[in-house]
């Protein structure tokens, strides 16, 4: 039996799943083989009403990576919400630059908590290489105000992750630690929840050695 083979068989299995159990044990045997050929399919998972066989694509796709961004973006359109937000999820996890304005928008404005969260922490593990060198420090310079927009959020939860998006992003952009290292300091002694003054002492401890 080829790869091809399995693969097509895996994706029929998917198919005619008529269960959620089946949907989800379908979903996670295709996404284990990483093959560009289950794309398409694991896509299509995302739209369904099953969190649990979207998790196992969201982390299929995420396994599969580069590949995935154009298609994915090219079918956003008329996606249903649900599969926006874990083609957010997605995109946050692969960390290509061409999906980095639909991140931004995501991380600022969505209205689920969880797709901001998502966004957030996946804005500071951009790969910039992937990036025409003249437009690297104009984004990145885009990144860091929308996270420390983020900062605010109403919700701490993203909050924390936008800490998380802060300290990847200081380590990556050197040019950016004073400036990250004094925002988190403000942020620390005034956010009123425990869990961000904690977690902004952790990306302090590892940011300012």
């Known amino acids: 039996m080829t790869e091809a083979t399995t693969i097509k068989e895996l994706i029929q299995a998917v198919d005619r799943a008529d269960s959620a159990d089946e949907l989800l044990d379908a979903v996670e045997n295709l996404s284990e083989k990483k093959h560009k050929d289950a794309i398409p399919t694991l896509i299509e998972v995302l739209g369904f009403n099953n969190p649990g066989a979207a998790v196992a694509a969201v982390e299929g796709l995420i396994e599969i990576g580069e590949p995935v961004v154009p298609i994915l973006l090219e079918q956003l359109d008329g996606y249903n919400y649900g599969a926006r937000a874990w ?65 605010e959020d109403p919700e701490w939860v993203v909050r924390y992750a936008a800490v998380l998006g802060l300290q990847s992003l200081a380590l990556i952009v050197p040019n950016f630690k004073a400036e990250v290292v004094e925002f988190l300091k403000k942020l620390g002694n005034n956010d009123a929840e425990l869990a961000i003054r904690s977690r902004v002492q952790m990306a302090l401890n590892v940011l300012v050695q």
């Open 87 to 151: 083609a957010t999820r997605v995109f946050a996890g692969i960390g290509d630059p061409r999906a980095l304005d639909l991140l931004l928008s995501a991380a600022s404005s969505d209205f689920s908590l969880s797709v901001r969260r998502a966004a957030a922490k996946g804005l500071g593990i951009i790969r910039w290489s992937k990036l025409p060198e003249q437009e690297i420090l104009p984004a990145q310079t885009q990144v860091l105000k929308t996270l420390f927009q983020v900062s």
